[in-house]
């Protein structure tokens, strides 16, 4: 993921604006290792980027203050997929613009007027509340953004140090392709070599709140390990041992909290799609298949099945915009 000058965002022009795209990721494993005494959990997890993707376009403003205007497009602006387009707030609860405001209080940009004026326009593809971590992928890109538009000259370990102080996702979006996460999210560990597999993504009308899904978790330390080993396999092409290593400790929470999550999982094997698997904290489900043709297969035969959001993309070897 990387800023770009750009004339055009979605359908409207914008001018002078730098222009990122956000990706959404999936987790390929995501293990629960224990209760921190900060009231977080300690995650290991391997976590690729996908091709489905926001785009934050970030442009100076002569008016002080952050404003942001966010719009819907591809999935999400179909009638199938509009009912996942749930309300995205444009004020200071949205991760966009509470990174961009510590981004000027720690930068030191702000002055007694306010934050120097910037216009962020959102273009959301990823449903929210999906655990395709769309809100912390679009806060990173907002970061990138701004600091360019700013003539903020700071590495990128210390953006990430800035989103990850607003959320946990936010700093492996700034790895720039997949990666190991560890802590609670801010230990992030670059991977190469992960195939730029197909693989179908699906989401029932619930979403799911990420603290409940969490609060009713059991921890599994025996997991520790198995993201490194995960990425090794998938990097060797051996997909079919990498099998045994794609879990996820938060889905028995969702499918519990999400009758949906069940039904899903179960749609996705009735559509011939091997060992689906929840991803974050849901209530998205994924499974990666063997070619496009399988994919596209998979996807028509859960969009024949009632679900809104479907998409056959890929694993992206970068995070690139």
Request: with cysteine; hydrophobic share 45%; aromatic share 4%.
């Amino acid at each position: 993921m990387s800023p770009s000058t750009a004339r055009r965002s979605g359908a409207r022009e914008i001018p002078d604006a730098i222009v990122c795209r956000a990706a959404a990721k999936l987790n390929l494993s995501l293990a629960v290792l224990a209760r921190r005494d900060d009231g977080f959990h300690e995650i290991e997890s391997l976590v690729a980027p996908v091709t489905l993707h926001d785009t934050v376009a970030v442009r100076a403003a002569d008016r002080p203050g952050i404003r942001l205007q966010v719009r819907f497009a591809g999935g999400l602006a179909t009638a199938a997929g509009s009912v996942l387009a749930t309300d995205v707030p444009t004020d200071e609860t949205n991760l966009v613009v509470r990174a961009v405001a510590a981004l000027a209080t720690e930068a030191g940009v702000a002055t007694e007027a306010g934050v120097p004026g910037l216009e962020i326009d959102l273009v959301k593809r990823i449903p929210s509340g999906s655990g395709l971590g769309g809100g912390s992928s679009d806060a990173a890109a907002a970061l990138l953004a701004a600091a360019r538009v700013w003539g903020i000259d700071w590495p990128r370990d210390r953006l990430a140090a800035i989103g990850g102080r607003i959320g946990s996702d936010v700093p492996v979006f700034f790895a720039g392709g997949a990666a190991i996460m560890g802590g609670r999210g801010e230990r992030v560990e670059r991977v190469r070599g992960i195939p730029a597999l197909h693989v179908v993504i699906a989401r029932p009308a619930a979403g799911l709140s990420t603290a409940a899904v969490y609060a009713r978790c059991t921890p599994d330390p025996a997991r520790r390990g198995d993201a490194g080993r995960l990425a090794a396999t998938l990097a060797a092409g051996r997909i079919r041992a990498a099998v045994p290593l794609l879990h996820n400790s938060l889905e028995s929470p969702a499918r519990t909290l999400c009758p949906d999550v069940d039904r899903l999982l179960d749609s996705f094997r009735r559509a011939g799609a091997a060992h689906p698997m929840l991803t974050g904290s849901g209530s998205a489900c994924f499974a990666l298949v063997r070619s496009a043709t399988e994919s596209r297969l998979v996807a028509a035969r859960l969009r024949m099945a009632g679900w809104p959001g479907v998409y056959a993309v890929r694993l992206a070897t970068t995070a690139r915009g």
